[in-house]
C-alpha cells in the first residue's frame, strides 16, 4: 500500500511527519514524505521516499514584509480581514506551486495523511478520489473541554458551548483568509470550478479517521472526541536513549564553567527587536542568577552579545543538550514543548502566536513550570522571577515523572495499527 504525507511549516511540523514514516515504511507502507525541499535532510535513512515542494520556505515568507505583518496581526481578526488583499497576493504565488507538486507527489498512492488544515492536500486528495487520514501535531478536533488552540483566544475555556463553537468559527477564519488565493488556484491545477466555503469546510472533515501526535499523559483525550480519532502519543525517530549528537567545544567549556543553564530558544519565530529581546533576556537571567544558553533561531539572538552568564549557540541537535541543561524556556511550539517534556526538563512558555499560548496553559496544568510569559509582553522583572522559579523542585520532579511515561509511550507504533484498521474499514466516501 502506498501513503503519501503532507505537511507545511517549520521543523517541528515536519520532524514528526518524517518520524512517523519510518515507523509507516518499518510496518510495510511504502511512503512519500512530502514537504518543501529544505526538510529533505529530516527523511534521511526512514526509508520514505522524499518528495521536495517548490516554494519560498516557510522562513522566508515570515520574513517577507507581509509575512511580518501577518505575524503582528495573528492575535487580532479585524487586522487580519484588512491585510487579506496582500496576504493572498503573496500566497497566491507560493500556492500555485505548492498545488503542482503535492498533485505530482500523490499520483499513484492509496491514501494521503496530512493535517486538516492543509488545503492543498485535502483538494488534491478530494481531486484523485483518495481517502484522507488526519494527522493532527496540535488538538485541532472539536471539543466542549478547551477552546481552539489559537492565538486570539485568551482563556482557558469559554464555557462548553463556546469551547466547541470555537473550532468550526476558527475554520471559517482560517477559509475566509485564505479562499481568495486558494479558490483561482485550486481551478487551474486541478480544473475544478472553485467552490463554496461550505464544500471545502465540509471536506476537512471527509477522512478515514484522525491519529493525534501528542501523548496522552500531556493531554489526555477529551471524552467527547469522535470515535475515530485515535490519540497516539508522540512520534519520534528514534529511541531517546540514542539521541545524541555532538557540541562543540565553547558549549562544553561554558556547560563545564558552572551549575546546568537553562536552555532559551524562540526557534523559528519571527521577533521585531532582536537586540531588545536579548537585553532583556541576558538582564534577567543575571537578576535571576542563573545561566543562559541562548539559541539564535530564525531571529536572530544574541547577535554582539557579551556576557559571561550567557553563551549563544546556533542550531544543534536538541538530543545533545537537553540532558545537560536545568530547565528549558522558548516560544511554546508543539515540538520544542515535546521535546523539552520528553527529557524531563521544567518549562516556561514565551509565546508569539498560534498553538503557543495553549502549551503555555498546558505546562501550568501540567505542574512542569510556571505561568507563561507571551512575548510581547516580556519585561526584566517578570522574566527573572519566572527563570528563578524554574529551579522549584516540583516542577522538577513532576516533569522528571512525567518524562518517565512518554519513555514507556511508542506513539509511532500506535499510529501505524490504527492507520492500518483506518485502512481496513474504508469507510470513507468522496
Given at each position: 500500500m502506498k501513503l503519501a504525507a503532507v505537511t507545511f511549516g517549520s521543523r517541528g511540523d515536519v520532524e514528526p511527519y518524517a518520524a512517523l514514516a519510518r515507523k509507516l515504511v518499518a510496518a510495510g507502507y511504502e511512503t512519500r514524505l512530502t514537504a518543501q525541499e529544505t526538510f529533505?535532510?529530516?527523511?534521511?535513512?526512514?526509508?520514505?521516499?522524499?518528495?521536495?515542494?517548490?516554494?519560498?520556505?516557510?522562513?522566508?515568507?515570515?520574513?517577507s514584509p507581509e509575512g511580518k505583518e501577518l505575524v503582528r496581526n495573528l492575535r487580532n481578526p479585524l487586522a487580519l480581514a484588512r491585510q487579506l488583499g496582500r496576504l493572498n497576493d503573496m500566497l497566491a504565488r507560493e500556492l500555485e506551486l505548492i498545488y503542482t507538486d503535492v498533485l505530482a507527489a500523490t499520483e499513484g498512492v492509496d491514501a494521503v495523511l496530512c493535517s486538516p488544515a492543509t488545503f492543498p492536500a485535502l483538494d488534491v486528495a478530494a481531486h484523485l478520489g483518495l481517502p484522507v487520514v488526519q494527522m493532527h501535531l496540535i488538538p485541532l478536533e472539536p471539543t466542549s473541554q478547551f477552546p481552539a488552540p489559537v492565538a486570539y483566544v485568551n482563556a482557558?475555556?469559554?464555557?462548553?458551548?463556546?469551547?466547541?463553537?470555537?473550532?468550526?468559527?476558527?475554520?471559517?477564519?482560517?477559509?475566509?483568509?485564505?479562499?481568495?488565493a486558494v479558490e483561482p488556484v485550486r481551478?487551474?491545477?486541478?480544473?475544478?470550478?472553485?467552490?463554496?466555503?461550505?464544500?471545502?469546510l465540509t471536506q476537512r472533515r471527509r477522512r478515514l479517521g484522525a491519529l493525534v501526535g501528542i501523548s496522552p499523559k500531556v493531554?489526555?483525550?477529551?471524552?467527547?472526541?469522535?470515535?475515530?480519532?485515535?490519540?497516539?502519543?508522540?512520534?519520534?525517530?528514534?529511541?531517546?536513549s540514542s539521541e545524541r549528537g555532538s557540541l562543540d567545544d565553547a558549549t562544553l567549556r561554558f556547560l563545564a564553567g558552572g551549575p546546568p543553564p537553562i536552555f532559551v530558544s524562540l526557534g523559528s519565530?519571527?521577533?521585531?527587536?532582536?537586540?531588545?529581546?536579548?537585553?532583556?533576556?541576558?538582564?534577567?537571567?543575571?537578576?535571576?542568577?542563573?545561566?543562559?544558553?541562548?539559541?539564535?533561531?530564525?531571529?536572530?539572538?544574541?547577535?554582539g552579545?557579551?556576557?559571561?552568564?550567557?553563551?549563544?549557540?546556533?542550531?544543534?541537535p536538541h538530543g545533545a543538550i537537553f540532558d545537560l541543561v536545568a530547565a528549558v524556556a522558548h516560544h511554546g511550539g508543539a515540538g520544542s514543548?515535546?521535546?523539552?517534556?520528553?527529557?524531563?526538563?521544567?518549562?516556561?512558555?514565551?509565546?508569539?502566536?498560534?498553538?503557543?499560548?495553549?502549551?503555555?496553559?498546558?505546562?501550568?496544568?501540567?505542574?512542569?513550570?510556571?505561568?507563561?510569559?507571551?512575548?510581547?509582553?516580556?519585561?526584566?522583572a517578570g522574566l527573572a522571577r519566572r527563570l528563578a522559579a524554574l529551579a522549584t523542585p516540583a516542577f522538577a520532579q513532576r516533569a522528571g515523572a512525567l518524562a518517565a511515561d512518554l519513555e514507556r509511550e511508542d506513539g509511532g507504533a500506535v499510529a501505524a495499527a490504527a492507520l492500518g484498521r483506518f485502512l481496513e474499514r474504508r469507510a470513507y466516501r468522496p
Open positions: 529533505r535532510d529530516l527523511a534521511g535513512d526512514s526509508g520514505a521516499q522524499f518528495v521536495g515542494v517548490r516554494g519560498r520556505s516557510i522562513q522566508d515568507l515570515v520574513d482557558r475555556t469559554l464555557t462548553p458551548l463556546g469551547n466547541r463553537l470555537s473550532y468550526p468559527f476558527d475554520e471559517l477564519l482560517v477559509w475566509r483568509l485564505l479562499k481568495r481551478a487551474r491545477v486541478l480544473g475544478r470550478d472553485p467552490r463554496s466555503a461550505r464544500a471545502t493531554l489526555p483525550p477529551p471524552r467527547d472526541w469522535s470515535r475515530d480519532v485515535v490519540s497516539c502519543g508522540y512520534w519520534w525517530s528514534s529511541p531517546r519565530m519571527p521577533i521585531g527587536d532582536p537586540p531588545a529581546v536579548t537585553a532583556i533576556l541576558a538582564a534577567a537571567a543575571r537578576d535571576a542568577d542563573v545561566r543562559l544558553i541562548l539559541q539564535r533561531g530564525w531571529a536572530g539572538l544574541g547577535a552579545l557579551e556576557a559571561d552568564h550567557v553563551h549563544v549557540v546556533g542550531e544543534m514543548t515535546a521535546r523539552g517534556l520528553r527529557h524531563g526538563k521544567p518549562t516556561l512558555v514565551m509565546p508569539v502566536l498560534a498553538d503557543q499560548f495553549f502549551w503555555g496553559r498546558r505546562m501550568v496544568e501540567l505542574g512542569v513550570g510556571p505561568s507563561p510569559l507571551p512575548l510581547r509582553h516580556l519585561d526584566r
